[in-house]
């Protein structure tokens, strides 16, 4: 459980690594309908996208526990520690 708020930007700083690389496999091996892709591609690509999904996942149960313990509005926590973690820009 993340007590503090830096606890929270570091999970979604790793949350935004993860969608980042997860973009970055889809970029390089472009529309899995154009040109199929090859197992270890898919697996690799399954892979990242899980990842990001569990880690998304955990950073917002954690900032909803946070504000909730601190007595303050989630969005305002949300909005906060995506400001200072950097939200990415390119989605997966």
């Known amino acids: 459980m993340a007590s503090t708020f830096e606890e929270l930007v570091e999970m979604q700083r790793a949350a935004n690594e993860a969608q980042a690389k997860?973009?970055?496999?889809?970029?390089?091996?472009?529309?899995?309908t154009v040109s199929p892709w090859t197992?270890?591609?898919?697996?690799?690509?399954e892979t990242a996208i899980r990842a990001w999904r569990d880690l998304e996942r955990d950073v917002q149960?954690?900032?909803?526990e946070y504000a909730k313990e601190q007595g303050r509005v989630r969005g305002e926590v949300e909005e906060e520690v995506n400001a200072r973690a950097g939200k990415p820009t390119q989605g997966a």
Not at 61 to 64: A, F, G, I, L
């Open 22 to 32: 997860a973009s970055a496999l889809r970029e390089l091996y472009g529309p899995p």
């Open 61 to 64: 149960s954690e900032m909803t």
């Open 39 to 45: 197992r270890q591609q898919n697996d690799m690509y």
